[in-house]
């Protein structure tokens, strides 16, 4: 599985580091929503889900949390604890959010408005969709 990991430019100075997102320029689609996760505590396991069409970009702005992602076929896991760093999430993609430390905040830049028809939250229908989008591509 391809991992998609942006690094966006920093700039920094003596003052820090500032980090600029231009939606077609730096992420390839128009950001329609903007949503965070903080307050998890580290038991916590949230998502389970995929999306049919939704792109999105998760950022860790703050401690670090670990994306646990499944196309179907193969599962990795990836630790977010970069604020210049984006995690792109594509369709079709079973995502699971966990290990988030104390204080730690996701970021999400989502190319959709929010929809609930546009999740599958059942791991079998997932599956099912995956198999039948390969056959649809054969
Ligand atoms: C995703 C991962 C990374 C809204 O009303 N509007 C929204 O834009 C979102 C994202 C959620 N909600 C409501 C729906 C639920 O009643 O907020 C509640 C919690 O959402 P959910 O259980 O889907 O949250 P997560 O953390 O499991 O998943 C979220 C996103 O939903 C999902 O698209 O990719 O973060």
Redesign the pocket.
């Known amino acids: 599985m391809e991992i998609k990991l942006k690094h966006f430019k920093k700039h920094c100075d003596s003052r820090g580091q500032l980090v600029a997102i231009e939606d077609e320029n730096d992420l390839g689609f128009p950001i329609k929503?903007v949503?965070y996760?903080y307050g998890a505590s580290n038991e916590v396991r949230?998502?389970?889900?995929a999306?049919k069409e939704?792109q999105?970009y998760?950022i860790c702005m703050s401690g670090e949390c670990k994306?646990l992602l499944d196309d179907g076929h193969e599962k990795e896991v990836v630790l977010l604890n970069d604020p210049s760093v984006g995690l792109y999430?594509g369709p079709s993609m079973w995502?699971e959010?966990f290990d988030f430390t104390p204080g730690a905040v996701?970021v999400?830049l989502?190319s959709m408005?929010?929809s609930?028809m546009d999740?599958i939250r059942d791991y079998n229908e997932f599956i099912k969709y995956c198999t039948e989008a390969n056959e649809g591509s054969q």
Do not use: K, S, T
Request: glycine share 4%; charged share 20%.
């Open positions: 929503r949503y996760i949230r998502g389970f889900h999306h939704l999105q998760l994306i999430i995502r959010m996701l999400v989502a408005h929010y609930e999740y």
